[in-house]
């Protein structure tokens, strides 16, 4: 059986700073792959960005830039930010890379040859300072939703994706195929909005700006931006290209990571684009909720946008990964704010996991020199609840990392952290210090350092440095410390020594101080 697995996450427009919704999708894929990487995988995942349109070409006029200009600077960004957040992505797609636009065409090409693309006419209301169509639903009090104008009904020439073509086909696939999307409530949604009601041809082409991949067959038509962005899940692997090593190894993908809103693209849109070629279909489509603010969607003119640069340099990369991580319960838009923040911080970080750390070094180098008992010949009567703790939540956590309930699984690590943390009150190990009960002494101390092992190992998805840095305390090679050896209880090697003195990992947040911080960072 082949171990590969490819990871996609959307590319995203380049049309401004990336805030920490934007973010999340980055970061959790940046965690699936880490622990799909620890669990054996061959692990692919791919990034970029969606550099056409009318938008970007507007945005880039109005910064006296031409668009390339534009998007090369942005691209940079996007870069420096996931080097910042350490997202181990192993391919950027840029829409506007040739790779890319030369197997756009040619996918353009064998749609039009199937007869799958018909020219047509596109009609809705024309905002003409916007430069844009809207649909009736999309006006606000009847004029344009982005400037507020006056609007006029307009038609141009287009090209049309025959849509309908496919539509028995499509709902064939789901039956066959009812977990292609999780969760289950966005395929219901798509279903009701756009499948059950019958499908519309799509309308993939444009001629009133010119920032696009242009039609092959009729240049002054530029492609509209789904058909270009969708593909670049395959151009990437070098599909139709001269070498498409990449793309017989890793294509089908295996997850697209995608936003709740752009479901239907990818719901339906994708998959009959891909079976109109003649591919085999992703295997699954995740479609995760959004973070959202105490007063709704995050924007800057409300004064409420918070970006991953401000919170990973006052509080680290680790706290901000982990706060987002935590943050989002399957299928639920979920909400940031300085008090939850600060609260998680202090509370998981900081007490549960870096004070159990911080209590098991001191222990160790107080009560053993430094070295982690391993000739353990007594028993509390507490050892073996621990272990079976262990034993249960690294099932929970795989299985709930199979199935992407990210928050899930961290709810499982943090009960074995807390478990951990009473195995020291009910030990009480100072007390056995002082009755120089040697044996049951040592028992405690290998059983906490064995826990923190597996803690490390466990945590590495969510907070890599962290878990590094917990490693390097105890003294145990990272190489050592791999996922297959969670099974095992006696891994530790004879003499390792712990650190002499462990600095804490997080150090414990004034809340007060901080929440204004964040308050006034979010105005900013
Ligand atoms: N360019 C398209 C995607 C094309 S994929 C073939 C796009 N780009 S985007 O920049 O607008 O959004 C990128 C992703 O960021 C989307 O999945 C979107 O859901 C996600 N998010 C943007 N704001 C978000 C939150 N506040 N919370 C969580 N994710 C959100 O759509």
Not at 27 to 37: G, V
Not at 118 to 132: A, F, L, S, V
Not at 257 to 278: M, Q, S, T
Not at 471 to 490: R, V
Request: aromatic residues 12%; glycine residues 6%; neutral net charge.
């Amino acid at each position: 059986m082949s171990n590969k697995y490819y990871l996609t996450t959307p590319i995203y427009y380049p049309s401004g700073k990336f805030h920490i919704g934007t973010a999340y999708c980055e970061t959790i894929a940046d965690s699936i792959k880490r622990y799909k990487k620890a669990r054996g995988y061959d692990v692919y995942l791919l990034t970029g960005l969606d550099e056409h349109g009318q938008k970007i070409q507007t945005l880039a006029e109005k910064n006296g830039q031409t668009p390339q200009q534009f998007v090369d600077k942005m691209a940079e960004e996007a870069k420096r930010l996931w080097k910042l957040m350490d997202i181990q992505y192993d391919d950027f797609i840029r829409t506007t890379e040739t790779r890319h636009k030369k197997t756009v065409q040619k996918i353009v090409n064998i749609f039009l040859e199937k007869g799958d693309i018909y020219k047509g006419e596109y009609e809705g209301w024309y905002c003409m300072p916007c430069e844009n169509y809207f649909t009736e639903t999309q006006l606000v009090n009847g004029k344009c939703p982005d400037c507020g104008r006056e609007v006029k009904k307009m038609k141009e020439e287009a090209y049309f994706f025959n849509m309908k073509k496919y539509e028995n086909w499509l709902k064939k696939f789901y039956e066959q195929n009812p977990e292609f999307i999780v969760p289950e409530s966005r395929k219901n949604e798509i279903f009701k909005n756009f499948i059950d009601p019958g499908l519309e041809d799509l309308c993939i082409s444009r001629c009133t700006f010119d920032w696009g991949i242009q039609m092959p067959n009729d240049p002054k038509h530029v492609l509209y931006v789904w058909l270009d962005a969708l593909t670049n899940y395959v151009t990437a692997l070098g599909y139709m290209s001269d070498d498409e090593t990449l793309f017989k190894k890793y294509w089908p993908a295996d997850l697209h990571l995608v936003g709740k809103e752009i479901i239907r693209f990818h719901g339906i849109y994708w998959p009959i684009f891909l079976h109109a070629l003649g591919l085999e279909l992703p295997k699954k489509l995740y479609a995760h909720s959004w973070v959202v603010m105490k007063d709704g969607k995050m924007s800057k003119s409300v004064g409420n946008v918070i970006y991953p640069e401000t919170l990973i340099k006052r509080y680290g990369l680790d706290a901000t990964k982990y706060y987002l991580l935590q943050l989002m319960s399957f299928g639920q838009d979920s909400m940031f704010t300085p008090e939850d923040f600060v609260e998680r911080y202090n509370s998981d970080l900081a007490n549960d996991l870096g004070n159990l750390l911080n209590r098991t070094i001191g222990m160790i180098n107080k009560y053993f020199n430094g070295i982690i008992p391993t000739d353990i010949k007594e028993e509390t009567e507490f050892d073996e609840d621990l272990r079976n703790c262990a034993k249960e939540q690294i099932e929970k956590i795989e299985k709930n990392m199979d199935s992407y309930h990210i928050k899930d699984a961290i709810q499982n690590l943090w009960k074995y952290i807390s478990r951990t943390n009473k195995y020291i009150d009910e030990t009480a190990p100072w007390v056995l210090a002082k009755e120089e009960n040697t044996e049951k002494l040592k028992a405690v101390m290998f059983n906490l350092a064995e826990a923190l092992r597996k803690i490390a190992i466990l945590s590495e998805p969510y907070i890599a440095n962290s878990s590094s840095k917990i490693l390097e305390q105890l003294g145990i090679p990272k190489q050592e410390a791999t996922w297959d050896t969670l099974s095992k209880f006696d891994n530790i090697k004879k003499g390792t020594k712990v650190v002499e003195k462990g600095e804490p990992i997080f150090m414990r947040l004034n809340a007060d101080e901080e929440i204004e911080f964040m308050k006034k960072a979010m105005k900013n």
